[in-house]
């Protein structure tokens, strides 16, 4: 398992945000010894295990860490425990990540084997490059060989993670085609046994992809062959959101040493506002404006942070509607000023009939908008 600490022990700073094997070391520890559910090859885990360290257990004291569709992870573990990869499509900020990082912690107990998809990804990141002192000094070796993840992630049977395939450029795409397909990685460099890696057990891919950047339309077809797609969708209700955003900020805000925990009242102003400007809908049912900018739950627990920090840090109370207010311009009128007004008609006319103390303050507070 990895050497990260939670808290440091020397003193300094501590991780901002271990990996979800350190994070809940202790819940895989007891899953794991209290398992007796048969393992796929390679697995630490069972299914039913690695299904109940992710949507948690109250019984045996394990939290619940992805809201949502039980039956998904059902499918993503089954996809896990096939040759072909998972691949976990959905808008922005509903999980994605979070749910790939939770998959491999179960399945392999290792979730930081991760591929970082961007336009300036190379093959070399993903497979393998070399140590060029010895390379210079000795040749192509063993020693001299860096693997990168999917190298890695072969040899040691374990899940590896492809952030944002899709913005990958796609030859770079396609050079999973034959680790999925033939579960080997051939090193022509090399001589002898070492120039053909073969896929121990315990070996797959969880790729993720936006819908809102380019495409999985673009992934050569071959390639989305090799993968069983999974959507994620967004929490459909308000009250389940509430408390994942709740639980979520709550934390971040200890973490940020701030003691006053999150308003229930002013959550809820934070996050109908969220769900109304996201779907275009208020919650009487009229139709309005929907932003462009994306107004996730991962969006809605961020904004809730910084809310409970400038109340805490410029008045030493929890956050108010009208910090929420000025966050809010920072989230929601990121690349347009038609966004800007769009938030200024909403504070305008959808809020002011609302009954509360909180909604009352947010309406108060609207002219701290910029601009
Ligand atoms: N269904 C959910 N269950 C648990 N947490 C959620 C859920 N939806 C959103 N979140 C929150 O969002 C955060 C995770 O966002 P994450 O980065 O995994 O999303 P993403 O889908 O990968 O986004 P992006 O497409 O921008 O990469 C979590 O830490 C959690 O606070
Ligand atoms: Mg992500």
């Not at 050569?220 to 069983?228: C, G, P």
């Not at 038609?338 to 303050?361: F, I, N």
Request: with cysteine; charged share 25%.
């Amino acid at each position: 398992m990895s050497g990260i600490d939670v808290v440091a022990v020397d003193g300094s700073a501590s991780v901002q945000r271990p990996p979800a094997e350190v994070r809940y070391a202790d819940e895989l520890r007891r899953l794991a010894a209290a398992d007796e559910g048969p393992r796929p090859p390679g697995w630490v885990l069972s299914l039913t295990a690695a299904r109940r360290f992710i949507v948690g257990d109250q019984d045996v004291g394990i939290s619940r860490k992805f809201v949502g569709d039980p039956s998904l992870i059902d499918r993503a573990l089954v996809s896990l425990a096939t040759s072909r990869g998972l691949m976990l499509v959905g808008e922005p900020g509903t999980a994605k990540s979070l749910l790939s990082e939770l998959l491999a912690a179960a399945v392999s107990g290792v979730s930081t084997l991760t591929i970082q998809g961007g336009a300036a990804t190379t093959e070399d990141q993903i497979k393998y490059s070399w140590n060029y002192a010895l390379l210079v000094a000795e040749g192509p070796s063993t020693r001299s060989l860096v693997r990168a993840p999917l190298l890695r992630g072969m040899a040691e049977g374990r899940t590896v993670r492809f952030e944002e395939i899709t913005r990958c450029p796609l030859e770079v795409q396609d050079s999973l085609l034959s680790p999925l397909s033939d579960r080997v990685l051939a090193i022509p460099e090399l001589t002898g046994p070492d120039a053909m890696v073969f896929a121990r057990d315990g070996f797959n891919v969880i790729a993720t992809a936006n819908t809102r950047d380019r495409g999985v339309n673009e992934m050569s077809a071959a390639l989305k062959r090799r993968f069983n797609f999974e959507t994620v969708f967004p929490i459909p209700d308000l009250q389940t959101e509430l408390a994942l955003v709740e639980a979520e900020a709550g934390a971040l805000l200890r973490r940020s040493g701030v003691t006053a925990p999150p308003r229930r009242d002013v959550l809820e102003v934070l996050v109908t506002t969220f769900r109304e400007l996201r779907t275009g809908r208020t919650a009487r049912g009229d139709a309005m404006d929907r932003l462009t900018a994306v107004m996730s739950t991962a969006e809605a627990v961020s904004v809730a942070h910084a809310v409970g920090l400038r109340g805490w840090f410029l008045r030493g109370e929890a956050g108010t509607a009208a910090d929420l207010v000025s966050c809010l311009a920072g989230t929601a009128a990121k690349d347009s000023p038609e966004d800007l007004a769009k938030l200024r008609r909403y504070l305008e006319q959808q809020v002011s009939w609302r009954p509360g103390d909180q909604w009352r303050a947010l309406h108060a507070a609207r002219h701290q908008l910029p601009g």
